[in-house]
Protein backbone atom coordinates (compact mmCIF):
# COMPACT_ATOMS: atom_id res chain seq x y z
CA UNK A 1 0.00 0.00 0.00
CA UNK A 2 1.44 3.41 -0.83
CA UNK A 3 1.70 5.72 1.98
CA UNK A 4 -0.26 8.96 1.04
CA UNK A 5 1.80 12.16 1.42
CA UNK A 6 0.40 14.49 4.19
CA UNK A 7 2.29 17.52 4.82
CA UNK A 8 3.69 18.77 8.06
CA UNK A 9 1.24 21.39 7.87
CA UNK A 10 -1.71 19.35 8.63
CA UNK A 11 -0.23 19.84 12.35
CA UNK A 12 -1.76 23.58 11.59
CA UNK A 13 -5.01 22.33 10.27
CA UNK A 14 -5.25 19.94 12.77
CA UNK A 15 -5.18 22.50 15.59
CA UNK A 16 -7.21 25.32 13.55
CA UNK A 17 -10.46 23.60 14.46
CA UNK A 18 -9.67 24.47 18.33
CA UNK A 19 -7.45 27.10 18.25
CA UNK A 20 -7.89 29.33 15.18
CA UNK A 21 -9.08 33.02 15.89
CA UNK A 22 -11.90 34.59 14.32
CA UNK A 23 -10.28 36.19 11.96
CA UNK A 24 -7.29 35.57 9.85
CA UNK A 25 -4.33 38.37 8.92
CA UNK A 26 -2.54 38.17 5.54
CA UNK A 27 -0.71 41.11 4.11
CA UNK A 28 -2.48 43.66 6.37
CA UNK A 29 -5.71 42.68 5.26
CA UNK A 30 -8.41 41.39 7.79
CA UNK A 31 -10.96 38.36 6.42
CA UNK A 32 -13.64 37.00 8.20
CA UNK A 33 -13.76 33.18 8.96
CA UNK A 34 -17.03 32.82 6.52
CA UNK A 35 -14.26 34.12 3.99
CA UNK A 36 -12.90 32.54 1.04
CA UNK A 37 -9.97 31.80 3.05
CA UNK A 38 -11.92 29.69 5.62
CA UNK A 39 -9.67 27.00 6.77
CA UNK A 40 -11.21 23.64 6.36
CA UNK A 41 -11.82 21.07 9.48
CA UNK A 42 -9.29 18.21 9.36
CA UNK A 43 -10.80 14.68 9.10
CA UNK A 44 -9.25 13.92 13.30
CA UNK A 45 -11.20 17.36 14.49
CA UNK A 46 -14.62 15.81 12.69
CA UNK A 47 -13.80 12.73 14.36
CA UNK A 48 -14.19 13.67 17.67
CA UNK A 49 -16.49 16.55 16.71
CA UNK A 50 -19.12 14.23 15.23
CA UNK A 51 -18.39 11.60 17.72
CA UNK A 52 -20.74 9.63 20.21
CA UNK A 53 -20.49 11.23 23.60
CA UNK A 54 -21.65 10.05 26.93
CA UNK A 55 -23.68 11.76 29.15
CA UNK A 56 -21.87 10.53 32.28
CA UNK A 57 -18.19 10.75 32.06
CA UNK A 58 -17.84 10.94 35.71
CA UNK A 59 -18.94 7.36 35.54
CA UNK A 60 -17.13 5.82 33.03
CA UNK A 61 -13.78 4.77 34.65
CA UNK A 62 -10.60 4.38 32.71
CA UNK A 63 -7.56 1.93 33.76
CA UNK A 64 -4.37 3.73 32.89
CA UNK A 65 -1.19 2.51 31.68
CA UNK A 66 0.13 2.88 35.35
CA UNK A 67 -1.96 1.35 36.69
CA UNK A 68 -4.04 3.77 38.09
CA UNK A 69 -8.07 4.46 37.79
CA UNK A 70 -9.70 7.34 36.83
CA UNK A 71 -13.27 8.48 35.44
CA UNK A 72 -13.22 10.04 32.22
CA UNK A 73 -14.47 13.52 33.79
CA UNK A 74 -10.72 13.75 35.43
CA UNK A 75 -8.37 12.21 33.30
CA UNK A 76 -9.97 15.08 30.95
CA UNK A 77 -9.45 17.58 33.70
CA UNK A 78 -5.80 16.05 34.33
CA UNK A 79 -4.93 16.94 30.59
CA UNK A 80 -5.77 20.70 31.09
CA UNK A 81 -4.07 23.75 32.60
CA UNK A 82 -3.59 22.84 35.83
CA UNK A 83 -3.56 25.88 37.30
CA UNK A 84 -6.75 26.44 35.87
CA UNK A 85 -8.27 23.26 36.23
CA UNK A 86 -10.05 22.37 33.16
CA UNK A 87 -9.62 20.99 29.79
CA UNK A 88 -8.32 23.34 27.33
CA UNK A 89 -8.20 21.10 23.89
CA UNK A 90 -9.33 17.65 25.35
CA UNK A 91 -11.51 15.64 23.81
CA UNK A 92 -13.04 12.59 23.45
CA UNK A 93 -15.13 10.12 21.32
CA UNK A 94 -16.35 6.43 21.21
CA UNK A 95 -16.15 4.33 18.21
CA UNK A 96 -16.04 0.56 17.01
CA UNK A 97 -12.25 1.10 15.38
CA UNK A 98 -12.38 -2.73 14.21
CA UNK A 99 -16.13 -3.40 14.19
CA UNK A 100 -16.43 -6.03 16.76
CA UNK A 101 -19.10 -4.67 18.38
CA UNK A 102 -17.86 -2.71 21.30
CA UNK A 103 -16.77 0.41 20.86
CA UNK A 104 -13.56 2.30 22.11
CA UNK A 105 -13.14 4.94 23.74
CA UNK A 106 -10.10 7.70 21.82
CA UNK A 107 -9.36 10.68 23.78
CA UNK A 108 -7.15 13.45 22.21
CA UNK A 109 -5.17 16.31 23.97
CA UNK A 110 -2.74 18.59 22.56
CA UNK A 111 0.08 19.75 24.87
CA UNK A 112 0.72 22.89 24.21
CA UNK A 113 3.87 24.34 22.78
CA UNK A 114 5.81 25.43 19.62
CA UNK A 115 5.55 22.50 17.05
CA UNK A 116 4.46 20.05 19.93
CA UNK A 117 2.71 18.00 20.89
CA UNK A 118 -0.57 15.97 19.55
CA UNK A 119 -1.63 13.01 21.78
CA UNK A 120 -4.08 10.23 21.15
CA UNK A 121 -4.96 7.47 23.89
CA UNK A 122 -7.11 4.66 22.99
CA UNK A 123 -9.13 2.61 25.61
CA UNK A 124 -10.68 -0.60 24.80
CA UNK A 125 -13.86 -1.53 26.59
CA UNK A 126 -13.68 -4.06 29.22
CA UNK A 127 -16.94 -3.99 30.99
CA UNK A 128 -19.69 -2.03 32.03
CA UNK A 129 -18.44 1.41 32.21
CA UNK A 130 -14.85 0.19 32.29
CA UNK A 131 -12.54 0.64 29.57
CA UNK A 132 -8.38 -0.21 29.90
CA UNK A 133 -5.70 1.78 27.92
CA UNK A 134 -3.93 0.02 25.00
CA UNK A 135 -2.41 2.62 23.06
CA UNK A 136 -0.94 5.84 22.83
CA UNK A 137 0.38 8.29 19.91
CA UNK A 138 2.51 10.53 20.64
CA UNK A 139 3.71 13.56 18.40
CA UNK A 140 2.67 12.33 15.08
CA UNK A 141 0.74 15.14 13.47
CA UNK A 142 -2.15 11.77 13.34
CA UNK A 143 -5.02 11.63 10.88
CA UNK A 144 -8.53 9.73 11.60
CA UNK A 145 -9.41 8.89 8.33
CA UNK A 146 -13.13 8.03 7.31
CA UNK A 147 -11.76 4.20 7.56
CA UNK A 148 -11.00 4.50 10.95
CA UNK A 149 -7.33 3.94 10.17
CA UNK A 150 -4.55 6.36 11.31
CA UNK A 151 -2.12 8.02 9.42
CA UNK A 152 0.75 9.05 11.31
CA UNK A 153 3.45 11.51 10.14
CA UNK A 154 7.01 11.72 11.54
CA UNK A 155 7.27 15.67 10.66
CA UNK A 156 7.13 16.31 14.04
CA UNK A 157 9.52 14.24 15.46
CA UNK A 158 12.17 14.86 12.42
CA UNK A 159 10.93 18.40 12.30
CA UNK A 160 14.44 19.77 13.74
CA UNK A 161 16.85 17.46 11.87
CA UNK A 162 19.85 19.31 11.06
CA UNK A 163 17.56 22.41 9.72
CA UNK A 164 14.58 24.69 11.07
CA UNK A 165 11.06 22.99 11.59
CA UNK A 166 9.68 24.38 8.87
CA UNK A 167 12.50 23.99 6.16
CA UNK A 168 12.21 21.21 3.86
CA UNK A 169 14.18 19.73 0.86
CA UNK A 170 13.16 20.99 -2.40
CA UNK A 171 14.09 19.40 -5.03
CA UNK A 172 15.18 21.50 -8.09
CA UNK A 173 16.63 19.09 -9.80
CA UNK A 174 13.76 17.87 -11.24
CA UNK A 175 14.36 14.19 -10.01
CA UNK A 176 10.93 13.95 -9.29
CA UNK A 177 11.56 12.81 -5.41
CA UNK A 178 8.15 11.49 -3.85
CA UNK A 179 7.48 13.17 -0.53
CA UNK A 180 7.29 9.94 1.68
CA UNK A 181 6.87 10.99 5.75
CA UNK A 182 3.98 8.70 6.91
CA UNK A 183 2.82 5.55 7.52
CA UNK A 184 -0.53 3.58 8.00
CA UNK A 185 -1.68 2.55 11.64
CA UNK A 186 -4.80 -0.15 11.79
CA UNK A 187 -6.57 -0.68 15.38
CA UNK A 188 -6.99 -4.47 15.91
CA UNK A 189 -8.30 -6.95 18.78
CA UNK A 190 -6.58 -4.51 20.84
CA UNK A 191 -3.53 -3.24 20.11
CA UNK A 192 -2.61 -0.43 17.24
CA UNK A 193 -0.48 -1.82 14.71
CA UNK A 194 1.55 -0.88 11.13
CA UNK A 195 0.27 -1.59 7.78
CA UNK A 196 3.26 -3.32 5.99
CA UNK A 197 4.82 -1.91 3.10
CA UNK A 198 4.21 -3.26 -0.35
CA UNK A 199 6.68 -2.79 -3.50
CA UNK A 200 5.66 0.29 -4.45
CA UNK A 201 6.35 1.70 -1.49
CA UNK A 202 9.96 0.24 -1.24
CA UNK A 203 10.80 1.24 -4.99
CA UNK A 204 9.90 4.87 -3.60
CA UNK A 205 11.73 4.73 -0.47
CA UNK A 206 15.05 3.45 -2.47
CA UNK A 207 14.76 5.80 -5.10
CA UNK A 208 14.20 8.92 -3.18
CA UNK A 209 17.17 7.78 -0.86
CA UNK A 210 19.58 7.53 -4.20
CA UNK A 211 17.91 10.78 -5.28
CA UNK A 212 19.39 12.17 -2.05
CA UNK A 213 22.43 10.48 -1.69
CA UNK A 214 23.60 11.62 -5.03
CA UNK A 215 23.09 15.62 -3.95
CA UNK A 216 26.17 17.45 -2.97
CA UNK A 217 27.42 17.96 0.89
CA UNK A 218 26.10 20.10 2.83
CA UNK A 219 28.80 20.58 6.00
CA UNK A 220 27.40 21.82 8.85
CA UNK A 221 30.21 23.77 10.78
CA UNK A 222 28.44 23.25 13.96
CA UNK A 223 25.62 21.55 15.97
CA UNK A 224 23.39 24.22 15.76
CA UNK A 225 23.96 24.92 11.91
CA UNK A 226 21.12 24.17 9.68
CA UNK A 227 20.98 22.34 6.06
CA UNK A 228 18.33 23.14 3.26
CA UNK A 229 16.34 20.13 4.82
CA UNK A 230 18.12 17.24 3.26
CA UNK A 231 18.88 15.16 6.14
CA UNK A 232 15.32 15.11 7.57
CA UNK A 233 14.50 14.34 4.16
CA UNK A 234 16.53 11.18 4.24
CA UNK A 235 15.67 11.03 7.75
CA UNK A 236 11.91 10.63 7.16
CA UNK A 237 11.98 7.97 4.37
CA UNK A 238 14.48 5.78 6.80
CA UNK A 239 11.64 6.29 9.44
CA UNK A 240 9.08 5.11 7.45
CA UNK A 241 11.18 1.93 5.87
CA UNK A 242 12.07 1.16 9.49
CA UNK A 243 8.25 0.78 10.17
CA UNK A 244 6.49 -0.80 7.29
CA UNK A 245 9.00 -3.41 6.95
CA UNK A 246 9.76 -5.38 10.03
CA UNK A 247 11.52 -2.59 12.34
CA UNK A 248 15.17 -4.02 11.88
CA UNK A 249 17.58 -1.56 12.82
CA UNK A 250 20.15 -2.72 11.20
CA UNK A 251 18.84 -3.10 7.57
CA UNK A 252 17.95 0.02 7.91
CA UNK A 253 21.20 0.79 8.73
CA UNK A 254 22.87 -0.20 5.87
CA UNK A 255 20.11 1.04 4.22
CA UNK A 256 21.50 4.86 4.96
CA UNK A 257 25.02 3.96 4.40
CA UNK A 258 24.70 2.52 1.04
CA UNK A 259 22.86 6.08 0.15
CA UNK A 260 24.45 8.62 2.54
CA UNK A 261 28.13 8.44 1.80
CA UNK A 262 29.43 11.88 3.40
CA UNK A 263 31.79 12.69 5.95
CA UNK A 264 29.19 13.32 8.54
CA UNK A 265 27.28 9.60 8.16
CA UNK A 266 28.08 8.66 11.69
CA UNK A 267 26.67 11.88 13.34
CA UNK A 268 23.35 12.21 11.17
CA UNK A 269 22.82 7.87 11.68
CA UNK A 270 23.54 8.49 15.60
CA UNK A 271 20.43 11.40 15.38
CA UNK A 272 18.17 9.43 13.57
CA UNK A 273 18.36 6.32 16.10
CA UNK A 274 18.41 8.63 18.78
CA UNK A 275 15.04 10.13 17.85
CA UNK A 276 13.81 6.57 16.37
CA UNK A 277 14.47 5.05 20.26
CA UNK A 278 12.46 8.61 21.50
CA UNK A 279 9.09 7.20 18.82
CA UNK A 280 9.39 3.97 20.23
CA UNK A 281 9.29 5.15 23.83
CA UNK A 282 6.49 7.31 23.56
CA UNK A 283 4.51 5.45 21.09
CA UNK A 284 2.29 2.09 21.27
CA UNK A 285 2.66 0.86 17.47
Known amino acids: MRIPFLPFYFSLLFLSGQRLNAQVETDSVMYARDSALDVPTDPTILFFQEGEKTKTPGKLMLLLKNKKTKSLA????????????????????????????????????????AHCCDELYIFKYTGLNKYQQ?????????????????????????????????????????????????????????????????????????????KLGKQPYQPLEDDIAQDDGIRKEIALNLAVYYYSFGRNTEDTRQLFYRYYKHPDARKVWAGFTRQLTYILAQNDF
Open 134 to 210: VAKLFAGNTIITKEKEFVYDFHEQYGYFFTCFACGYEDTTGAGLFSNSSILLRYQKGKMGVVPGDPTLKKTILDNLE
Open 74 to 113: AFLKSLGNAELGETEYGDYALSDLDKDGRKELLVYNYTGG
